[in-house]
């Protein structure tokens, strides 16, 4: 490694830092900068594994609310299309349900006390779906391509610091960033920066994949846009070999028509279980209720280029105008919690800021103040069938928004055409009022903050629909971005979240929690707090 061993190495703990992830996982005493320690796991019995042997299909189907957007990992930008290609892609390490960071395809990292280089040990004897090698020339060939502007590929803003890949043998990699990256090996557990076939890749460099190729213990079988998706057992997987031979992902956008396929047994995983369905699923037998946290924050988005909300003034009346206890409580049936900060508590780098509290009167004087005495007329655009009760939701802040003279006409579109739609460049984009929500996978506010609020992730090279500009924001999540104290980075991103709530770019609505409906027959099913379902280990008594 050369002159790179003459360093002092950190290990791990530059993104776990003083309470990373604390939502899951109570704070540590020990040394952050320490990888988990290597214990030896005890085999579980698994009935599903005898069955399989005397001949049982073991094929689950799981009901999702949207189909998947790509079948190309590097394109990825939802957590739906996560849940399915996380089977069949994966990445040099994951993040766990408790918030550690654990080796997959690497097995073993260091991290220079600069936090300007990250060299990766990656497991030996795997190979992908096509029967390529994964070794250190398959690892720099995909972040070659993440890097390459030309391929077109997804959250740039996850690789931007990377200055070179290099392969310095077979089964080492070093990535060295352009300055100090705290956060590189957090956004090394995200599923955009999957790995896959080098082969693959070169033939579809500039366009997504038609089919996933990568070590992933599922293989691509089948997709019908609209309907399902299908995986197959990988029968060479280098890891544990799935107890399932097929898992099916089927859209079905309607709740009522997901609770209706469970409660059948026509599917055997439904999510996002509407609030009113769950005291009579919970009395049967036959299903279970899970109830996971998430770390995704729901928000309705102002264009910020469009009049009125161009006035700061009229996006915090509309703050004030929302009763966001009321939804929380009567659509969401206590399912979230309100936000006070544009991310949720949990991921590194949360304070609490602000909630607008709900106040009629002082929303009318402040839009009156503005010129708007009378109210306006706009447009709410909102994802039906994507977040959980998000139809309703919508319904409700526009009431709340009529009470003030405020009248929002609902346009609802399905999610394929709606996400292209709101993330539209400034010249074309049509919405003046938008509902999203974000996901901080990484559990980083790095990735909470940065790509939703700084100017240069405008669309289309980035996801903030808000079109919001605050050069001292810009500023303060750069230097977040690139301080090594742990506590620099909270007061940085404090700062920041503190400007960015007073501006109000967004109706700051509430982080959900996830409710996920499960036949009781199924076993070892996860449901991961970064809003996937995991049934790589499941299997069906």
Request: charged fraction near 25%; charge should be positive; hydrophobic fraction near 40%.
């Amino acid at each position: 490694m050369g002159s790179v061993q003459n360093k002092k190495f950190l290990f791990l703990g530059l993104i776990l830092l003083c309470g990373y992830f604390s939502y899951f996982h109570p704070l540590s005493d020990e040394n952050p900068f320490a990888q988990p320690k290597r214990t030896e796991a005890k085999p579980k019995s698994n009935p599903a594994e005898a069955k399989s042997k005397r001949g049982d299909f073991q094929r689950l189907i799981i009901a999702q609310e949207t189909d998947a957007l790509t079948t190309d990992a590097h394109h990825l930008i939802d957590s739906t299309t996560d849940t399915i290609l996380s089977h069949m892609v994966e990445t040099l390490l994951e993040l766990t349900p408790k918030g550690g960071i654990v080796p997959k395809l690497a097995e073993k990292w260091k991290v220079s006390a600069d936090a300007t280089e990250f060299i990766l040990g990656l497991k030996k004897g795997i190979k992908f779906h096509d029967g390529q090698p994964f070794n250190a020339e398959a690892v720099k060939v995909n972040f070659d391509r993440r890097l390459d502007p030309k391929a077109g590929t997804k959250f740039d803003f996850l690789v931007a610091p990377i200055a070179s890949v290099t392969v310095i043998d077979e089964y080492t990699v070093k990535f060295k960033t352009k300055t100090p990256f705290v956060a590189m090996l957090s956004h090394l557990t995200h599923t955009t920066n999957g790995i896959q076939s080098p082969a693959a890749l070169r033939r579809s460099w500039d366009k997504p994949l038609i089919m996933p190729m990568g070590t992933g213990p599922f293989i691509y079988k089948q997709w019908v846009p609209g309907k399902k998706l299908v995986i197959v057992r990988n029968e060479n997987y280098w890891g544990k070999a799935p107890s399932l031979q097929e898992v099916t992902f089927r859209v079905i956008p309607d709740d009522a028509s997901r609770v209706t396929a469970l409660e059948s047994g026509e599917v055997h995983v439904a999510v996002r279980i509407p609030p009113f369905d769950i005291p009579r699923l919970e009395t049967n037998p036959r299903i279970k209720i899970l109830r996971t946290p998430s770390m995704r924050t729901v928000y309705a988005g102002f264009n910020c280029l469009k009049e009125p909300f161009t006035d700061k003034r009229v996006r915090q009346a509309l703050n004030y105008a929302v009763n966001k206890q009321a939804i929380l409580k009567q659509v969401l049936d206590g399912a979230g919690r309100i936000s006070d900060a544009p991310i949720s508590p949990g991921i590194f780098g949360y304070a609490p800021i602000k909630s607008y509290e709900y106040n009629i009167e002082k929303a009318k004087a402040i839009l009156a103040e503005a010129g708007f005495p009378e109210g306006f007329e706009t447009t709410l655009h909102p994802a039906v069938g994507r977040y959980y009760m998000d139809a309703s939701v919508a319904t409700a802040v526009a009431v709340d928004l009529l009470k003030v003279g405020v009248k929002a006409e609902i346009k609802s579109m399905d999610w394929g055409t709606y996400l292209p739609f709101i993330l539209s460049e400034k010249e074309v984009a049509e919405h003046n009022l938008y509902v999203l929500g974000w996901q901080t996978v990484t559990g980083d506010a790095d990735f909470g903050l940065l790509p939703l609020f700084h100017s240069d992730e405008w669309p289309k090279k980035g996801m903030a629909a808000s079109f919001y500009k605050n050069e001292k924001v810009d500023q303060l999540l750069e230097l977040a971005r690139g301080a090594i104290n742990p506590e620099e980075r909270k007061r940085l991103y404090k700062e920041a979240m503190t400007l960015i709530v007073d501006d109000a770019p967004w109706i700051f609505l509430y982080s959900e929690v996830q409710v996920t409906g499960v036949r009781s027959n199924v076993r070892g099913m996860m449901v991961h707090p970064r809003e996937v379902v995991i049934s790589k280990e499941a299997w069906i008594e």
